[in-house]
C-alpha cells in the first residue's frame, strides 16, 4: 500500500527547525510521503534569521510541474513565499485546481521577528486564501491580514478563507476556529519553554498530512494541535543551539 503524498512549498531552515526541514520531518512522522518546492533558501539559526534568498519565480514553477506531474499529490501546504511573485505563481496553480486540499499558512515574520517577507506582498495573500481548505494564521498574522483586507475587526477574518481558518493563539496555547460563519475556541495546554522553533510549520503540515491521509478538516485540525503538544513536550527541556530552540518531530 502506497503512502499518500503531501507537498510543502517553502523555505529552507538549514538549522532544520522551521520551513521545509520541520514540514518533511512531520509529514515522515505521521505516514505521509513528503515532496518540496523550495521557495527561498534562508540563512538563519536558533537564533533568527541572517539572510534570506529567494528562489526566482518561474524555477519555483518549474519544481511544482515537476512534483504535480509525476507524483500523486493528495494535500498541499504553504509556508514561506517569500514575495509577491511567488504568492502570485502559487496563487495560479492554486486558482487552476492543481493544489489538492491547499493549507495556507501566510509566514510574514519568523518566531524570533525577522521579516520573512517582501513589504507589500501582504495583499497576495488575500486572492491566495480564496482557494484554501485550511488557513493557518498565528494571531500577528491574522492582525496584518484583518488591517489588509480593510475589516472592522478579526471576527470578519473567517471570511477571507471560504473554508476553515485556524487562528492559533501562541503564550495562551488557545486556537480560534473559523468555519461557516462561526468561531469556536479550541483549547491547549501551555508548556513552559523556549523550544518553540518551528511550531507554525508543524502545525500546518500535520493539518496537510492529516487531509493527505483522508481526514475531514476539523479532525485534521484537531489532530495537529495533539501531534505539535506532544512535540513540545517531548523538546521541552532540549538545549540545541543558544536561542529558540526546534520542536521534536519524531517520537522517542
Not at 517569500?82 to 499558512?105: H, K, M, Q
Not at 496555547?173 to 479550541?186: C, F, P, R, S
Not at 513536550?233 to 520542536?247: D, F, H, K, M, T
Amino acid at each position: 500500500m502506497n503512502p499518500p503524498v503531501a507537498l510543502s512549498v517553502a523555505g529552507s531552515d538549514p538549522s532544520g527547525g522551521a520551513g521545509v526541514a520541520a514540514d518533511l520531518a512531520t509529514f515522515a512522522a505521521l505516514g505521509v510521503h513528503g515532496t518540496a518546492t523550495i521557495t527561498a533558501v534562508t540563512a538563519q539559526n536558533t537564533q533568527g534569521v541572517q539572510g534570506v534568498h529567494p528562489i526566482p519565480a518561474d524555477f519555483v514553477a518549474r519544481q511544482l510541474d515537476s512534483v504535480l506531474d509525476d507524483l500523486p499529490v493528495a494535500a498541499v501546504k504553504t509556508g514561506m513565499l517569500a514575495n509577491r511573485e511567488i504568492i502570485a505563481v502559487v496563487g495560479d496553480y492554486a486558482a487552476a485546481s492543481r493544489l489538492p486540499n491547499l493549507v495556507v499558512d501566510p509566514v510574514m515574520v519568523s518566531s524570533t521577528g525577522d521579516r520573512l517577507l517582501d513589504s507589500g506582498a501582504e495583499a497576495l495573500y488575500l486572492e491566495l486564501l480564496k482557494h484554501a481548505t485550511v488557513a493557518t494564521p498565528n494571531a500577528r498574522e491574522a492582525v496584518v491580514l484583518q488591517a489588509t483586507a480593510g475589516l472592522a475587526d478579526l471576527g470578519n477574518l473567517g471570511r477571507l478563507c471560504p473554508g476553515w481558518m485556524v487562528v492559533t493563539g501562541e503564550a495562551a496555547a488557545v486556537d480560534q476556529v473559523h468555519h461557516d460563519g462561526d468561531w469556536a475556541e479550541l483549547a491547549g495546554e501551555v508548556i513552559a519553554t523556549a523550544n518553540d522553533h518551528g511550531t507554525g510549520c508543524t502545525f500546518a503540515a500535520a493539518v496537510a498530512a492529516g487531509l493527505a491521509l483522508g481526514k475531514e478538516p476539523r479532525d485534521a485540525i484537531v489532530a495537529a494541535k495533539r501531534f505539535v503538544r506532544e512535540r513540545i513536550a517531548q523538546s521541552a527541556a532540549w538545549q540545541i543551539g543558544s536561542g529558540r530552540g526546534p520542536v521534536a518531530h519524531l517520537l522517542g
